[in-house]
């Protein structure tokens, strides 16, 4: 029989209904069946596409007898991190804290009234790899339950006030100097690996607000060496079996230091962030290949994450079915690798030759180190030789590599598709969608693109009339299946004012300012702490945790308190308003010390410091302007610049001669107006 969780619309908690544990979803009836039954509760937090989550489930949650242990020890809770990233955070701190690092799936064990009082990530069902056993975990955690139980709760009341005091964030009492982008820099260039890209060693994560900074750092302060890091790691991850080299999209790290085995989920959020950091490498340098890197991602979004209605997905899987006769077996990656004869069969001998030259594939598979032996015989595709140095290998002419390599990926694109694709976590997220509109509203105007500013308005719309509460002015977290649901967090207000004011930058449509005034505004009412400056999590009032945490760490998604500070930043300039300014100062200077001494764990806070503190643009059209005009604009990387037109300008302005005309301001003050495109060019700075 089904769990309670059946009666949920989480792809993850679904993914569970059917396992023997008496699974409840996070709320108010599972703590009160604890207090009621005088049980610990085992609190699991996962997502729909991790690959250790399914592994625990096979071996621990469709285990009959661990089940009996759970059911008859502990009430057990489900969560998935997705849909409430405020219970994951306090107890991925708590886990993080105690054990020195963290992940999913998370375990956690809690008191009644939601104090953890130990925690891990994976547990194997029994003893191995030096690793505790879950079943002996769990049943030395009840006994400890049963025959010392003041020790427990003693120790979750002190865990709950220590994890407070190190989550608190006290507000100084001026702005940091701009010296902490230097030493941030230093500190990238310290971890920068210069033989193959990226920060530090493996595994290796994209970490994309580390680009950004660093792409900002380089044309404030004319630093080649900080380009050059970003164009190496863009370049090799490109290459790199991390990307599908088929059909586009990034999986979600690397496992090796080469950028070459991933780990195959394909997450929203990464394809949004890495698509923009593509985006503002081209606009820097012009390198064609950049922007068609950012292009297949796009293509990758559009047909695999594409929501019917104009929104977009959250991920798919990493792991899928390995052969369809036997659909129960899933390996990591099944979907994306190949066997050298596979290839043979759909190029024939020739082509095989060609593409197995230019995308590293050996006969015996090209995956040295794997110690589950999932890739046995098997082939991760990247790019190894250039099509020039294949054509010279082979004496062929570049062009006919080229279309060769060309009709062999149509070719196995094809082939693929006929397998089981990953599993799609379907449900739609306010903040991941607002990092695709402002990828999509950005690549239009960098890219000359006018269909992916109609996608970016498209999901827009989706979000205003699906997940937009107009009666209460509330923004909800979570759509699927007709059901909108969960109270939008920080991220969410943060990300999605973000990404209105970049689609009104790629639109000029007014509605977007006037809706991003609208949700900052209710951000500072319900997140703001009016003593401290900064942003909590979660809104004021919400009852249902133990902590109320104000999240800096830029990590695989930037923080939401790095994204409002940004938004309320670029607003403030837009509209002339002190209200945003004010906020987002507030905010620097509450995370001031974090900025002078952790600036690697605030890359993004980075940016939005340096939009302040740097020389200030303002661009306003009066009039209709060209698509000329707009070609120069667009095309460069301003990041300290916010495009109006004119109707929507703090200062009135007008056009000159009844001619479309661009006023270039900086530092607050206008240059002489342009009326065409090649006297607006000499207004705009040389990017480095």
Known sequence: MPNRLALEKSPYLLQH???PVDWLPWGEEAFEKARREDKPVFLSVGYSTCHWCHVMERESFENESIARVLNEHFVSIKVDREERPDVDRIYMLFVQASTGSGGWPMSVFLTPDRKPFFGGTYFPPDNRWGRPGFRSVLESLAQAWREDRGRVEQSGAQVLEQLRSYSAVEAESGMPGRDVLDSAYRAFRRSFDSKLGGFGGAPKFPRPSVLNFL??????????????????????MAKGGMRDQLAGGFHRYSVDAHWFVPHFEKMLYDQAQLAVSYIEAYQITGEEALAEVARDVFHYVLRDLSHPEGAFCSAEDADSVIDPAHPHEKGEGAFYIWSATEIQQVLGARDATIFGARFGVRENGNVDEDPHGEFTGRNILYQAATEEEVASKYEWQTEDVQRAIEGAREALIKQRSTRVRPHLDDKVLTSWNAMMISAFAKGSQALGEPEYAEVARRAADFLKRHLWKESDRTLLRRFREGEAAVEGFLDDYAGLTLALLDLYETTFDSEYLAWAKQLAEIAIDRFSDAKEGGFFSTAEGQADLVLRLKDDYDGAEPSGNSVMTLALLR?????????????????????????RTQGTGVPQMLVAFAFATARPMEIVFAGAPSEEM??????????????TRAEDAPQPMGAVGGLATAYVCENYAC???????????KLLPQTI
């Open 17 to 19: 209904a059917n396992n």
């Open 215 to 236: 792409l900002r750092y380089a044309v404030d302060q004319k630093e080649e060496d900080a380009l050059n890091m970003v164009l190496f790691t863009l370049r090799e």
């Open 571 to 595: 607003l403030a300039r837009m509209t002339g308003d002190d209200r945003f300014g004010v906020a987002a100062e507030s905010a620097l200077r509450a995370f001031g010390s974090r900025l």
């Open 630 to 643: 707009l070609r120069v604009v667009r095309t460069r990387f301003l990041p300290n610049a916010v495009v």
């Open 671 to 681: 240059n002489q107006p342009a009326t065409d495109s090649k006297s607006l060019e």
